[in-house]
């Protein structure tokens, strides 16, 4: 049974980071990579790291060769999703427009993620209007 994804800590979450940007890897180049983004971790560490996220159920372990290889048993979207759920319920009551609202007058966007994000609310207003004209029909009859 999967943990939460809040029970993730910092160190854990950069390793698991490391499955999902790198793909299937042994405790060796799991931290090499963390010593290449600037963490220096000993080889004992990160395999502490490795055997409480398959404990946990967030990555799973091929034991069939020499070494063991490490693979990210969840997806970043799953847990992405989880974390900010979690985060809109602590800091926002669970509403999503204040969180929204917030990033975009705080952070800066590429003109690509604008564009995204502007064809996002065409597409949730269209949503909108076909789901309150249903709503009208149903309302008359």
Not at 96 to 121: H, K, M, N, S, Y
């Amino acid at each position: 049974m999967l943990s939460p994804e809040s029970d993730l800590g910092t160190a854990e979450l950069e390793v698991l980071k490391t499955l999902w940007d790198e793909g299937p890897a042994t405790v060796r180049e799991v931290m090499n990579h963390l010593h290449e983004r600037g963490r220096k971790v000993a080889y004992t560490t990160v395999l502490t790291f490795l055997t409480r996220l398959e404990q946990k159920g967030y990555v799973t372990s091929d034991k069939s060769g020499m070494a063991y290889v490490y693979r990210a048993k969840v997806t970043r979207e799953k847990v992405s999703k989880s974390r900010l759920r979690s985060l809109l319920a602590e800091l926002y009551d669970g509403a999503a427009a204040p969180l929204v609202l917030q990033l975009v007058r705080d952070e800066r966007f590429t003109r690509e993620e604008l564009d995204q994000l502007q064809g996002l609310i065409e597409e949730l207003d269209v949503k909108s209007r076909r789901g309150k004209s249903r709503s009208a029909r149903r309302t008359r009859r």
